[in-house]
């Protein structure tokens, strides 16, 4: 009977940051030679948010290096929406995606007004698979 080993690389995605009401953070990575990740997010809301915060993750189909992060176009395609944050003051929202191998992944903060939230992610890539 063999047995297959993953080696699992964690990283920071986006570090935690203040994403500013009515705009956007966004950070990408290349998933080359990786055979997929997982990603955990989380969006903290402020006081007064009126609009939710979304997490957008997108994949880009291109092997060269790592497209510059942007919304969705001719680049980014959109890959699944996680969720947003409410509008509860300080409200904390979780969430998590894995990802299947892809050229590279970005996600994407956005949609809140009212106040700033605080958002952040990290991924485990998936590379190594070893048999014995």
């Not at 995605?13 to 009515?22: C, E, F, K, P």
């Amino acid at each position: 009977m063999s047995v297959t080993t993953v080696t699992l690389t964690p990283a920071t995605l986006q570090a935690s940051v203040s994403n500013a009401a009515g705009a956007a953070t966004r950070a990408a990575r290349s998933m080359v030679g990786k055979h997929g990740g997982l990603i955990t997010a989380k969006i903290t809301n402020g006081t007064a948010p009126t609009a939710q915060c979304v997490a957008t993750v997108y994949v880009a189909h291109t092997t060269g290096s790592t497209p510059a992060t942007g919304p969705e176009g001719a680049d980014w395609k959109t890959f699944a929406v996680l969720g947003g944050g409410g509008v509860t003051a300080s409200a904390v929202t979780p969430l998590s995606i894995v990802i299947p191998p892809c050229c590279h992944v970005q996600i994407e903060f956005t949609g809140n007004t009212g106040n700033a939230v605080t958002v952040e992610a990290f991924i485990t890539d998936y590379t190594n698979l070893d048999t014995v």
